[in-house]
């Protein structure tokens, strides 16, 4: 799903949205389009590399899921690091128990977030990690 993006508007924020069961990212991506972000979302790695590197000027985000088949979520993130070290990653999962969610808060700079999400806060959060370190 990629929403409509006009140059001549005020730069909406862009989200990279990366999660393999395309209700909940149909779902999400809907959400977060209605909080006022245009989303383009993947149901893969080499989808989200793929559309990462078509649309990279406007991107601000990437939101992907820890837990899918094929290249993890975890590598995903570092790869996209590796495209562009100042993107904002952040993680996604409805499968990780407390204890691993802690291990890779405390290993990762990387946030995550848990499902089920609430669209209103995570865009929240996430314009909050874009803004500059003296407004936030």
Not at 121 to 129: G, W
Request: with cysteine.
């Amino acid at each position: 799903m990629t929403t409509q993006y006009d140059d001549d508007r005020i730069h909406l924020p862009g989200l990279l949205l990366v999660d393999p069961d395309p209700v909940v990212r149909g779902a999400l991506a809907r959400e977060m389009e209605a909080q006022g972000w245009c989303v383009w979302a993947a149901a893969d790695a080499a989808a989200a590399v793929e559309t990462y590197n078509r649309y990279r000027d406007r991107i601000d985000v990437a939101l992907v899921d820890l837990q899918f088949p094929g290249l993890q979520g975890g590598r995903l993130l570092a790869e996209l690091g590796q495209l562009d070290p100042d993107l904002t990653r952040c993680a996604m999962s409805g499968g990780v128990s407390a204890y691993t969610a802690s291990a890779f808060r405390r290993v990762s700079e990387t946030p995550l977030f848990t499902k089920p999400l609430n669209a209103r806060s995570l865009a929240f959060d996430l314009s909050q990690m874009m803004a500059p370190p003296d407004r936030r």
